[in-house]
């Protein structure tokens, strides 16, 4: 996640949130808090639907959702609070909690749309070359207007300072120094003059400089003027997890093929360690080597003598050959479902059918959506609201396939990310 979008309605969060999404972002529009995002998000768009609601409400709304995001200060993504470009509803006080919350110093507000018609000239919002307080937004059956100058409308709800940036500074070279004297002074809100999309990306610019930590505050204009490093990622393709749960030696030689190609790393799995054990260093090392970035297979079969020692297993756990397949089949479902809670996965190679299934319902799925075909007879296709949300999971028998089927498959996830 690079971006965190706050909207307070519905069709602000999208209008906003299609701005990132035409320049190449994966966008996700929550219509509630309480929704879990895609892992392959780039930009979160939280809807509040708190426009219309007591000022002091709206504010905890806000908190709320940005709290989880901002726990961790230097991991945390970008913030942008989103407000009507009319300045309806609970601007000043979703602003201040919003700066809060992500622990901004200043809060950088360009409410302008000029493709809508909307500008910000001499501190005050125009519609269509007409002041606000002019216009139908005034009399708005909820959330009326009560002035056509926003920082009027900002300290209605906000003890803090609110400055303004005329727009002879937006454009001469200015903007940057005077936005950093706002930052030096203390916790404020400064309010910026905008008539084109030139503007935008002249404020856009000279903000990202900033040394002091800062609250992007705007609309739909604001957000497409954002430069893309803020909700894009480098394109580097996440790491897949491969479980290769089956004793086949087809999937033998795929995995030996792909270490020998140094495409993966391994885990090695034993069954009694499946059987008896918690899992703790299997999670460790899967995620260890997950979060550097690398594929990483767990292995549970080395040699065609491990098909040999079924019996001894079964013996010495007191189970039958079918109840001893189902709970080492389980125990890796389990273990794949705490990996993928601790890193940061870009898809899943499940093979040999028992695993899969137990994966399947490890993660909570409730369907498989099938999508295309890797090789012959081996689907690509997602988990249906399962806990890796919409990640490709490709599925293969064990048998299937030739020595490269592997490595063909991770390079397809890989692709997948390339043209993402």
Known sequence: MKMI????????AND???????KGARTEVMLSAAQKPSRRADVLVVNTESRALPAEQAAQAVRQVLEPYCRDAENMPLIYKKIDSTLRGNVGAEVEAAMTACGARLAIVAAAIPAAGRITRA???????????????????????VSSRISTLLERQTSLPVHEIALESV???????????????GLAMVVLDAENDNDLALIAVAAD?????????????????????????SGAALPVLVVAGSMSEATRRQVAFVLREKLADVVDIDADELLTGNGERIVREASEILNRGRHCILRTSRSEEDRHVIDDLCASH??????????????????????TGCSNI????????????AVANALGAEGYRILS?????IPCGTLVNSEVDDLPVITKAGGFGGETTLRDALYFIEEMYSEH
């Not at 906003?16 to 035409?22: E, F, I, M, Y």
């Not at 870009?346 to 299934?357: E, K, Q, R, V």
């Open 5 to 12: 979008v706050i909207a307070d309605d519905f069709t602000g």
């Open 171 to 185: 454009r001469d070279g200015t903007l940057g120094a005077r936005l950093a004297a706002c930052a030096a002074g």
């Open 373 to 377: 075909e890797v090789a012959p007879c």
């Open 123 to 145: 501190g005050e919002c125009l519609v269509n070359g007409v002041p606000l307080l002019e216009t139908e937004f005034a009399s708005d059956p909820k959330t009326p207007i």
């Open 209 to 233: 400089v900033l040394s002091e930590p800062f609250l992007w505050v705007g609309a739909a204009g604001l957000a497409n003027a954002l430069p893309a490093k803020h909700y894009l990622r």
């Open 16 to 22: 906003t949130g299609v701005q990132l999404a035409k």
């Open 346 to 357: 870009g898809g899943l190679f499940l093979t040999g059918g028992d695993i899969a299934i």
């Open 318 to 339: 007191g189970m039958s050959r079918q109840a001893l397949g189902e709970t080492l089949s389980g125990r890796l479902g389990e273990i794949t479902l705490r990996i």
